[in-house]
């Protein structure tokens, strides 16, 4: 029987159990050790506030269409960050260069599930890098998110750069923008975050409920502002107040994802009179500059090879690994106890 983790309503969420579907052609079974939960995307679908859950995204028009639902409750195997072990390879596959053997542990996108039937040419190359603790392979698709965020912020060696929102792709961006070279200042509401944030390499850091924060940036960068922010959060305040603390010209990567109406966000303000560059980074694609030598999956393989390397730490990003049978609690903890969690893990 496979385990599947399904939301049936808004902050309704339930273990479902199915028969395991036979191995088409061309596929691979993988026995799902964990998968992240992510506190971003995910709860959209959980609090019922997706845009998919009332629009459909018309892809040839590259537009959302009111009147008809892309997704609809049951919301069935919602995750996109699992690690789990080979078990079956589908026959004509066998032995096939550069495709994960039985036994390998891979990482990919399955869902929230004990186990996932994937396509085989999506696991070439995710045979997790020797060494590397299964855990770390959850990491994978958040790593690239944050690594896309500082990709897009086209940042230089010296230059200072604020990033809003230290959850946990918040605070990979903190550690991949200092490895860049940049001078990091960290803003959050949490103070627990804050101090991680020091931890993954951010010079200063600002409370975003007591700081004046586009005035301390730019009293420590001689009046300047900083050359770029990234918003991570996902809240238009921080949007705003992003788009404040940059120089004149200066960029600012909105990496967040936004609900609802842009309450709090003042676009004739500072972002007019700067003459501010905003831009989108979604992990749909790469800066479109950069589309001749990166791509999603290099995004993905260079972060968890980061990871290998010493160089990103992801273990301590983990506060709770939760038996995939206590989803719901799980998920109960990120929506009402923000603060008391970093990366949360399902234990199938």
Excluded: K
């Excluded at 399904?6 to 309704?12: D, E, I, K, L």
């Excluded at 960068?221 to 996902?234: H, L």
């Excluded at 600012?252 to 989108?280: K, P, T």
Aim: aromatic share 6%; net charge negative; charged share 20%.
């Amino acid at each position: 029987m496979e385990r599947v983790v399904q939301f049936t309503g808004p902050r309704q969420v339930e273990v479902a159990e199915h028969e395991s579907a036979p191995l088409p052609p061309g596929h691979l079974r993988v026995r799902t050790r964990y998968s992240g939960v992510s506190a971003g995307t995910e709860l959209t679908a959980y609090r019922g506030t997706n845009p998919y859950l009332t629009r459909t995204w018309d892809a040839g028009a590259r537009l959302f269409r009111e009147g008809h639902a892309g997704i609809a409750y049951p919301v069935v195997g919602w995750g996109y960050s699992e690690v789990g072990e080979v078990t079956e390879v589908s026959p004509e596959l066998a032995g096939t260069p550069g495709l994960p053997a039985a036994g390998d542990l891979v990482w990919g996108i399955w869902g929230h599930r004990s186990e996932g039937v994937v396509p085989a040419e999506r696991m070439a190359g995710h045979t997790l890098p020797a060494g590397l603790d299964a855990l770390a392979g959850t990491f994978a698709r958040v790593g690239a998110i944050a690594y896309n965020a500082v990709l897009a912020a086209d940042l230089h060696l010296g230059e200072d750069v604020t990033v809003f929102g230290q959850g946990v792709i918040g605070l990979l961006t903190t550690r991949l923008a200092a490895l860049s070279g940049a001078r990091v200042t960290a803003v959050d509401a949490l103070d627990g975050r804050l101090a991680t944030a020091r931890a993954h390499g951010a010079l200063r850091t600002l409370d975003a409920r007591e700081d004046a924060v586009a005035e301390e940036v730019r009293a420590a960068t001689e009046g300047r502002g900083a050359d770029v922010a990234i918003e991570i959060s996902g809240a238009y305040p921080a949007l705003h107040e992003a788009l404040r603390s940059v120089a004149v010209g200066g960029r600012v990567v909105a990496s967040g994802f936004y609900q609802g109406d842009a309450v709090g966000l003042r676009l004739g303000d500072e972002f007019h009179h700067n003459r501010v560059h905003l831009v989108c980074s979604q992990i749909g694609g790469v800066p479109p500059q950069l589309t001749g030598r990166w791509s999603v999956e290099r995004l993905q393989r260079t972060f968890l090879a980061l990871v290998a390397e010493g160089r990103v730490d992801t273990a301590s990003l983990v506060s709770h690994v939760v038996p995939a049978a206590a989803a719901a609690d799980a998920y109960t903890l990120l929506d009402e106890r923000p603060a008391d969690a970093l990366q949360v893990v399902l234990e199938f």
